[in-house]
């Protein structure tokens, strides 16, 4: 069962980083929300990675590392354990609030100004903070991947 986990806890933080990769890249080289079309399509395209990707891959990773955690006894004492812990609830809560719901707002919102629903001059103002985001989420899951495999004796408390 713990390679298993392991197993599962690897491959869900591959597939998170590289949609943060994916999705980085693909906001910089959005086009402009004057060039409607082509940014609805990006948008679109972003959306459907953080929806297909993104969030299944960060559920496997969290509930993968909570069952590690739970099946490890070793695991229960040690702090870089903790920590991950913590920095994968984070990762999760912002994945959905700075990731997934500005990427999939946009989408809509994009398809919405295609459909002559929408102004398009409203368009485009979360792109930027969406790749922000994004940069931090990808340090905090490289900082879990280095704990992970380093492991640094943590402790606090009572020794």
Known sequence: MRRLMKFLHTMGSIGLMGAMASLVVMASVAPPSSA???YALMREAMAAVATWIFLPSL??????????IALNRAFHSAGWAWVK????????EYGF???????????????????GQVDPATLAGSLRAEQGTLW???AVATAN???GIW?????WGRR
């Open 36 to 38: 409607l079309a082509g």
């Open 59 to 68: 559920a496997v990773t969290l509930v993968a590392g909570l069952l590690a």
């Open 85 to 92: 812990l913590a920095t994968g609830i984070l990762l999760f």
């Open 97 to 115: 609030v700075g990731v997934q719901g500005p990427m999939q707002r946009e989408a809509e919102r994009s398809a919405g100004a295609l459909a």
């Open 136 to 138: 931090v989420l990808l």
């Open 145 to 147: 991947v280095a704990l």
């Open 151 to 155: 492991r640094p004796r943590l402790s």
